[in-house]
């Protein structure tokens, strides 16, 4: 009988070791080792299929598994480890029976791909009316009780951005009021998960990192030095208040913010980010943010490989590329100029050259990428035979390649 006993137990403690039941879990607060905020890697989710305005809201909505599970296998790709995601008030009043496994599903998914989730939640009708405050309270419950106990559920964000706009200074500090009011009330009904605020600048992130766990800030400055000078306001405040910080949104392009420049900083500085955003969503902020297209291609290769951590050079010593070393550059351009000149001329030879010197260009970096020149070779080969749109292609090809002809 002792022995039946004796195997029993070496059966049940790995079951129960696995599911989490045996002994203590490492604490949410412990911000050491691999929990340390500084080494965050992560993003910012809306599937590319996203509709603004409703972008943060509709996905949820017609929640679909299939894309979640591909978009955080390409996050997996990048070694990304933490995900900060929008959950607004209104699914609760649009989607609240569905709303719990969607979350669930969410959770559990990066968790199964050691991805950390932080929802960012915090608006309703009782930001602009303190009487309705039982309605976030029971928000706030809702959200504890879906997922409040998942293992990948690793912060909440109380709020986005309570500091934008910085005007009115009246709705700022009515949104501050807001941002007060949830963190205090995730603190009361999950003390187990650390709180934090999206805050747009430092002044907002010190004036309300007595209410917050984790410092947070988003930064979208332009040059270097305003990027530094931000990390290094933040990390002395962090220092002074033995707070952990993180950064919770960089990378604009249309802000003169560059993911690689941005990412090369936060990352000299040992912070931990959050990029904006990881998916292409061509219908909400696509235009100027973004790492994947919805197929898993890219836009830029050097955002993805700064995320790696792999930089552009620029220092003195840099070695410019010299494309025409073996005369490819020199015999592509004398054959686009055959090509041009012979009356018995062929599409397919022509849109050989034309792939030819696009390939040149794009891998010496000799033309712009907003539009790549393969793209338009093969919108060509893709099309019905149009010579004269080929030789116009050509002649423009050979006039971008030849500066680079060697004497």
């Not at 915090?122 to 997922?147: H, Y």
């Not at 973004?290 to 995320?307: K, L």
Request: proline share 7%.
């Amino acid at each position: 009988m002792k022995t039946s006993i004796l195997h029993l137990l070496c059966f049940c403690l790995p079951i129960l070791t696995a599911s989490g039941y045996a002994g203590t879990s490492p604490s949410k607060f412990d911000f050491t080792g691999p929990r340390d905020p500084s080494l965050i890697r992560g993003f910012n989710y809306t599937p590319a299929n996203g509709v603004a305005p409703r972008h943060h809201i509709g996905w949820w909505v017609h929640y679909d598994s299939a894309t979640i599970v591909f978009d955080l296998n390409l996050a997996k790709r990048l070694n990304l480890n933490q995900v900060r995601v929008f959950v607004p008030y209104a699914l609760y009043t649009e989607d609240k029976d569905n709303l719990p496994t969607q979350l669930r599903h969410f959770v559990r998914e990066c968790f199964k791909r050691d991805i950390g989730v932080m929802p960012v939640v915090g608006s309703g009708p009782w930001v602009m009316d303190t009487t309705k405050r039982a309605l976030g309270r029971e928000w706030v419950r809702f959200l504890v009780n879906a997922i409040g106990n998942e293992p990948g559920l690793k912060m909440w964000d109380a709020m986005n951005e309570p500091d934008w706009p910085p005007t009115p200074e009246e709705m700022v500090r009515t949104k501050f009021a807001n941002a007060r009011f949830m963190a205090k009330t995730f603190h009361e009904l999950d003390p187990n998960t650390p709180v934090t605020i999206g805050m747009a600048f430092v002044d907002g992130m010190i004036e309300l990192g007595g209410d917050v766990d984790v410092l947070q800030f988003h930064d979208y400055m332009q040059t270097r030095e305003e990027i530094r000078g931000n990390i290094m306001r933040a990390k002395e405040f962090a220092a002074k208040v033995k707070k952990p910080l993180i950064n919770g949104e960089i990378g604009c392009i249309g802000r003169a913010n560059p993911y690689d420049i941005t990412l090369q900083e936060h990352m000299n500085a040992n912070v931990g980010w959050y990029v904006w955003e990881l998916m292409i969503v061509r219908q909400g902020w696509g235009r100027i943010h973004g790492v994947f297209y919805e197929d898993g291609t890219v836009r830029d290769p050097s955002i993805a490989a700064a995320i790696m951590g792999f930089f552009r050079k620029r220092a003195p010593d840099i070695l410019p590329a010299v494309p025409d070393s073996e005369g490819w550059v020199s015999r592509i351009i004398d054959s686009s100029h055959t090509w041009l000149n012979n009356p018995n001329r062929t599409w397919k030879d022509g849109l050989d050259i034309a792939e030819t010197s696009a390939n040149l260009l794009e891998s010496a970096e000799l033309a712009p990428m907003r539009i790549p020149p393969t793209w338009r070779v093969e919108q060509l080969r893709r099309g019905e035979v149009n010579l004269q749109a080929l030789k116009e292609l050509i002649l423009t090809f050979a006039g971008q390649l030849d500066p680079y002809r060697k004497p």
